[in-house]
């Protein structure tokens, strides 16, 4: 099955090349031929590589930078979205479009689930939730798939920014009120293909429209740099200690919902697909990225 997804060098575009097995032949998209910010040359490219599964992953995804920046943010996570969606539409091929635990306020006491009202906090937010409400109304044949706190061994993410803080200090304050699911990107990208490979085979309705994909478990920012960093000391960093902040001491242009839990039983008891809890895949990134980057006491 030929499958396009958007971006080049993204976190989830370059776990799906590694995760993708022979049942699909996986093409990537984007800058030069493909630019979100420039809406006009999407869909040609699109409709040359044909794709009969699209996956949308290229997003302008600098949630601080956003604030500044809204007029691009928009451009490219909601006219860049809608010109994928439609020629998705075009060319008869399913979408699924990545989205973001950013499009609600985190002020729920438990997990959002997919119906409960969206009231974004920050632009990033905004931009996203413009782009899922886009996609829906351009294609029918799509999935909007919302996850959250990514991290990998590519790309800049939190667990990288950790490991590079903990090489020159001992102690690094962490936010510990926010929470969510942090969710690895190779887990987020066998979910994906699963999805991508029912979607092909099954139009019914039920299997479109929203879904929750993140890890099955739940930490503050704080709880994953302690367990970073007590992943990297048995690998032969030194000991680094985290010390629990309030997010008003750690200040932000976006400001961030306090709530970013999703609850993802619906595409579970629709798909059958669920994510992992986070600590397990955790260590494979941290094992990766230092590897990667090998440091004088690190003995991997
Ligand atoms: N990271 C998270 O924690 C998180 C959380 C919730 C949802 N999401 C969503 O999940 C998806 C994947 O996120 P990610 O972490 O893989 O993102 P990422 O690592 O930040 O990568 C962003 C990707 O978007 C591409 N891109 C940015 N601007 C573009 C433009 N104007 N034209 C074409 N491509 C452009 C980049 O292109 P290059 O390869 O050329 O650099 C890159 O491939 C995004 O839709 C994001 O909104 C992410």
Same mark, same amino acid.
């Given at each position: 099955m030929r499958i396009v997804v958007t971006g080049?060098?993204?976190?989830?575009?370059?776990?799906?090349?590694?995760?993708?097995?022979?049942?699909?032949?996986?093409?990537?998209?984007?800058?030069?031929?493909?630019?979100?910010?420039r809406p006009s040359s999407i869909a040609q490219t699109l409709i040359d590589l044909r794709p009969?599964?699209?996956?949308?992953?290229?997003?302008?995804?600098?949630?601080?930078?956003?604030?500044?920046?809204?007029?691009?943010?928009m451009r490219v996570n909601a006219d860049g979205a809608?010109?994928?969606?439609?020629?998705?539409?075009?060319?008869?091929?399913?979408?699924?479009?990545?989205?973001?635990?950013?499009?609600?306020?985190?002020h729920l006491e438990r997990p959002y689930r997919e119906e409960d009202p969206t009231a974004p906090m920050n632009m990033y937010g905004r931009s996203k +939730?413009? $782009?899922?409400?886009?996609?829906? !109304? =351009?294609? @029918?044949? %799509?999935?909007?798939?919302?996850?959250?706190?990514?991290?990998?061994?590519?790309?800049?993410?939190?667990?990288?920014t950790m490991l590079r803080l903990g090489e020159a200090r001992c102690e690094v304050g962490v936010v510990d009120d926010q929470r969510g699911n942090p969710?690895?990107?190779?887990?987020?990208?066998?979910?994906?293909?699963?999805?991508?490979?029912?979607?092909?085979?099954?139009?019914?309705?039920? +299997?479109? $429209?929203?879904?929750?994909?993140? !890890? =099955?478990? @739940?930490? %503050?920012?704080?709880?994953?740099?302690?367990?970073?960093?007590?992943?990297?000391e048995r690998l032969g960093r030194s000991p680094v200690a985290v010390r629990r902040i309030a997010t008003h001491e750690y200040p932000t242009a976006a400001t961030r919902p306090a709530n970013s839990r999703l609850d993802c039983s619906k595409l579970k008891d629709i798909y059958g697909v669920a994510l992992p809890g986070w600590r397990g895949s955790l260590i494979e990134c941290v094992t990766r990225l230092l590897r990667a980057a090998p440091t004088q006491n690190a003995d991997v």
């Amino acid at each position: 099955m030929r499958i396009v997804v958007t971006g080049r060098r993204g976190q989830i575009v370059t776990a799906l090349r590694e995760r993708a097995d022979d049942a699909c032949v996986l093409l990537s998209a984007g800058r030069p031929e493909l630019d979100l910010a420039r809406p006009s040359s999407i869909a040609q490219t699109l409709i040359d590589l044909r794709p009969r599964i699209i996956i949308h992953a290229a997003a302008y995804t600098m949630v601080d930078k956003a604030e500044a920046e809204a007029d691009v943010a928009m451009r490219v996570n909601a006219d860049g979205a809608a010109a994928v969606a439609e020629a998705a539409q075009r060319i008869g091929a399913s979408l699924l479009y990545l989205s973001t635990d950013y499009v609600f306020d985190g002020h729920l006491e438990r997990p959002y689930r997919e119906e409960d009202p969206t009231a974004p906090m920050n632009m990033y937010g905004r931009s996203k +939730l413009a $782009g899922e409400k886009r996609v829906a !109304a =351009a294609c @029918e044949d %799509s999935v909007i798939l919302r996850t959250a706190w990514i991290y990998s061994p590519f790309g800049s993410n939190f667990v990288r920014t950790m490991l590079r803080l903990g090489e020159a200090r001992c102690e690094v304050g962490v936010v510990d009120d926010q929470r969510g699911n942090p969710t690895s990107a190779l887990d987020a990208a066998d979910a994906i293909l699963a999805i991508a490979m029912r979607m092909a085979q099954d139009s019914s309705r039920e +299997l479109r $429209g929203i879904f929750h994909m993140t !890890a =099955a478990t @739940e930490a %503050s920012w704080a709880d994953i740099a302690s367990e970073v960093f007590l992943q990297a000391e048995r690998l032969g960093r030194s000991p680094v200690a985290v010390r629990r902040i309030a997010t008003h001491e750690y200040p932000t242009a976006a400001t961030r919902p306090a709530n970013s839990r999703l609850d993802c039983s619906k595409l579970k008891d629709i798909y059958g697909v669920a994510l992992p809890g986070w600590r397990g895949s955790l260590i494979e990134c941290v094992t990766r990225l230092l590897r990667a980057a090998p440091t004088q006491n690190a003995d991997v």
